[in-house]
């Protein structure tokens, strides 16, 4: 079967309803459909986000990510594969989740299914962005919360519908790319430089017949 895989710079990802579609919206003229109810994406939607001196990326919101993925669970197990050529990953987290379920954990579980999809898909750069600030009623404690879970790793707190963050967000995202793809680059030139010897064909041991002894 024919397979097409969507072709984007950077590939939205998240549990369904954390914000993905409110993002784009804000940051390119794409409109895919916002709902306060999950699985309001059903397909691939891409936006070109143009940033001041005439830089341009490709964002893709992948239909949200459930537990069971890679195994056809959810909307996800076709989308896996977009993932895979899309260079960077946004990771948004909602970080307060309507059905009242901890953002650390919705985080590690599409963290989960990536890493089981393939190496490759683990092993892209990832920035993670906790979202929707402008529900905040708790004086910061669930962005705190969720950073110390992080500890170690890079966190941009935002709000897809206020636009609060989203800019450095921006920023990051294109600095990241730029070295995903000076790292594309320089494999491409090494490789072509000293290209992988081709395996030598396996030649099966030769047979030899002996005459079987005369009986005396």
């Known amino acids: 079967h024919l397979q097409l895989k969507l072709i984007a710079d950077v ?61 056809g669970a959810g909307l ?6 977009h993932i895979e ?53 708790d004086d910061g404690e669930a962005l705190k919360k969720f950073k110390r879970k992080l500890r170690g790793k890079e966190v941009h707190a935002i709000s897809g519908g206020t636009r609060q963050g989203v800019a450095d967000l921006l920023r990051r995202a294109w600095e990241v790319l730029q070295e995903q793809k000076a790292e594309d680059a320089a494999a491409a030139a090494a490789a072509a430089r000293d290209p992988a010897p081709k395996p030598e064909p396996r030649i099966p041991p030769h047979r030899v017949k002996h005459p079987e002894t005369a009986e005396s």
């Open 76 to 81: 996800g197990h076709a989308f896996l594969r």
């Open 85 to 137: 050529r899309t260079k960077v990953i946004v990771h948004l987290v909602d970080l307060y989740p309507i059905d009242g379920s901890d953002p650390y954990a919705n985080y590690r579980i599409i963290r989960k299914e990536l890493e089981a999809f393939s190496k490759a898909l683990a092993k892209k750069k990832e920035i993670i962005a906790a979202n929707k600030l402008d529900l905040a009623t």
């Open 11 to 71: 590939g939205l990802v998240g549990m369904p309803n954390a914000g993905k579609s409110t993002l784009l919206r804000s940051i390119s003229h794409a409109r895919p459909k916002v709902a306060d109810y999950p699985f309001t994406t059903l397909e691939p939607q891409l936006g070109i986000v143009e940033l001041i001196g005439d830089r341009r990326m490709i964002f893709a919101d992948i239909p949200g990510l459930i537990e069971g993925a890679q195994h």
